[in-house]
C-alpha cells in the first residue's frame, strides 16, 4: 500500500507539471513561449502577464482546449478566464528561460520550493465569497441545503473541527472510522485530507486548505484563496507539498503580491516639458 500511495503521489505531482505545460494543443505549445506578453482583463483589472512564466491562457468566449480559435486582437478589455504558472518560493523566481524550466523539473518531491499557480476568472469565476459557501459545506451534518448532499462516500461522511490549531490555522479532520481496516478516519491515506482555514476579523474565510494525510513532506497540498479583497475578482489555487504548510501565509503574501504585480498601470506624465506644453494645448 505504502509504494502505491508513494506512486500515486508522484503521478500527482508529474500531472501537476503537465497540466501546466504538457496537455495543451500545439497552437498553445507555440503560445507559451512567444515573445509577447499576454495583456488582457483580470478580475476586472488591466492586466499584462509575462510571456515566459504563464501557461494556458485562457480569454472569456474561446472554445475549449483542442479546438479550433480565432485569432483576434487582445486588449485590456479581453476578459481572461484561466492561466498558470510557476513561483519558487520564497524568492518567487518564475520560469524566465529553459534553465529554470529544467531546475523546477528536476527538483524532488520531497523538497521541492517550486508552486504551482492557477488562476480562473471571468465567465468561471465562482462569485466573490467562494470560500465562505465552500466551507458552510465542510460538514455536512450542519451543512445548508444548497450544498446538495445526497449519498456520499464514507470519507465525506463529516469533519469536525480539532481543538488545536496548526500554524494559526483552524484545523478540521474527518470524524468516524475506515469500515474496511476499523482505524480512525483521519489516518486513511489513501482518501484522508485535513482541511485547514483561516478567518479575518469579519468572520469571512481567507484561506482555504486541503492537504493529504500521507506521512511525509512530499503530501500534496491545495490551497485556495480569493484576490477579491484586493480589488481583483480571481480566484488562485495553488498546489505545494505538505513540508511548506507553515509557510503557508507568507505564501498567500507572496502570491497575492506576485498577482498584484501582473496590474497595468496608467502611465506617468512625461517629464519632457515639450511634451507638458503639448498635452496642456489639447
Same mark, same amino acid.
Request: include cysteine; charged fraction near 20%.
Given at each position: 500500500?505504502?509504494?502505491?500511495?508513494?506512486?500515486?503521489?508522484?503521478?500527482?505531482?508529474?500531472?501537476?507539471?503537465?497540466?501546466?505545460?504538457?496537455?495543451?494543443?500545439?497552437?498553445?505549445?507555440?503560445?507559451?513561449?512567444?515573445?509577447?506578453?499576454?495583456?488582457?482583463?483580470?478580475?476586472?483589472?488591466?492586466?499584462? *502577464?509575462?510571456? +515566459? &512564466?504563464?501557461?494556458? /491562457? $485562457?480569454?472569456?468566449?474561446?472554445?475549449?482546449?483542442?479546438?479550433? =480559435?480565432?485569432? @483576434?486582437?487582445?486588449?485590456?478589455?479581453?476578459?481572461?478566464?484561466?492561466?498558470?504558472?510557476?513561483?519558487?518560493?520564497?524568492?518567487?523566481?518564475?520560469?524566465?528561460?529553459?534553465?529554470?524550466?529544467?531546475?523546477?523539473?528536476?527538483?524532488?518531491?520531497?523538497?521541492?520550493?517550486?508552486?504551482?499557480?492557477?488562476?480562473?476568472?471571468?465567465?468561471?469565476?465562482?462569485?466573490?465569497?467562494?470560500?465562505?459557501?465552500?466551507?458552510?459545506?465542510?460538514?455536512?451534518?450542519?451543512?445548508?441545503?444548497?450544498?446538495?448532499?445526497?449519498?456520499?462516500?464514507?470519507?465525506?461522511?463529516?469533519?469536525?473541527?480539532?481543538?488545536?490549531?496548526?500554524?494559526? *490555522?483552524?484545523? +478540521? &479532520?474527518?470524524?468516524? /472510522? $475506515?469500515?474496511?481496516?476499523?482505524?480512525?478516519?483521519?489516518?486513511? =491515506?489513501?482518501? @484522508?485530507?485535513?482541511?485547514?482555514?483561516?478567518?479575518?476579523?469579519?468572520?469571512?474565510?481567507?484561506?482555504?486548505?486541503?492537504?493529504?494525510?500521507?506521512?511525509?513532506?512530499?503530501?500534496?497540498?491545495?490551497?485556495?484563496?480569493?484576490?477579491?479583497?484586493?480589488?481583483?475578482?480571481?480566484?488562485?489555487?495553488?498546489?505545494?507539498?505538505?513540508?511548506?504548510?507553515?509557510?503557508?501565509?507568507?505564501?498567500?503574501?507572496?502570491?497575492?503580491?506576485?498577482?498584484?504585480?501582473?496590474?497595468?498601470?496608467?502611465?506617468?506624465?512625461?517629464?519632457?516639458?515639450?511634451?507638458?506644453?503639448?498635452?496642456?494645448?489639447?
Amino acid at each position: 500500500m505504502g509504494i502505491v500511495v508513494l506512486l500515486c503521489i508522484a503521478a500527482w505531482f508529474k500531472l501537476a507539471s503537465l497540466w501546466q505545460g504538457g496537455f495543451q494543443p500545439p497552437e498553445m505549445a507555440a503560445a507559451q513561449y512567444s515573445s509577447k506578453d499576454v495583456v488582457g482583463n483580470l478580475g476586472g483589472l488591466p492586466v499584462r *502577464l509575462p510571456h +515566459y &512564466a504563464v501557461h494556458l /491562457v $485562457e480569454y472569456d468566449g474561446e472554445p475549449s482546449w483542442g479546438k479550433s =480559435k480565432k485569432s @483576434a486582437p487582445r486588449t485590456e478589455a479581453t476578459g481572461i478566464k484561466s492561466f498558470g504558472f510557476y513561483a519558487r518560493y520564497p524568492d518567487m523566481q518564475m520560469i524566465d528561460s529553459y534553465a529554470t524550466e529544467k531546475e523546477q523539473k528536476s527538483q524532488s518531491i520531497y523538497t521541492t520550493m517550486w508552486l504551482s499557480v492557477g488562476v480562473t476568472s471571468g465567465e468561471i469565476y465562482p462569485k466573490d465569497g467562494f470560500l465562505d459557501r465552500r466551507f458552510s459545506c465542510l460538514v455536512p451534518s450542519t451543512a445548508p441545503p444548497t450544498c446538495g448532499y445526497g449519498n456520499v462516500y464514507w470519507w465525506r461522511n463529516d469533519y469536525e473541527r480539532l481543538p488545536k490549531p496548526e500554524h494559526g *490555522l483552524t484545523v +478540521y &479532520a474527518l470524524k468516524g /472510522v $475506515e469500515p474496511k481496516s476499523g482505524l480512525p478516519a483521519r489516518e486513511d =491515506k489513501t482518501f @484522508a485530507n485535513d482541511v485547514f482555514v483561516a478567518k479575518d476579523k469579519q468572520g469571512r474565510v481567507r484561506t482555504y486548505i486541503s492537504c493529504s494525510n500521507v506521512g511525509h513532506e512530499a503530501a500534496p497540498c491545495g490551497h485556495d484563496f480569493s484576490m477579491e479583497y484586493d480589488g481583483m475578482h480571481a480566484l488562485v489555487y495553488l498546489k505545494y507539498r505538505r513540508g511548506l504548510l507553515p509557510h503557508w501565509q507568507d505564501i498567500q503574501a507572496k502570491v497575492t503580491q506576485a498577482m498584484l504585480g501582473f496590474v497595468m498601470q496608467p502611465q506617468a506624465a512625461s517629464d519632457n516639458p515639450k511634451d507638458q506644453a503639448a498635452s496642456s494645448q489639447r
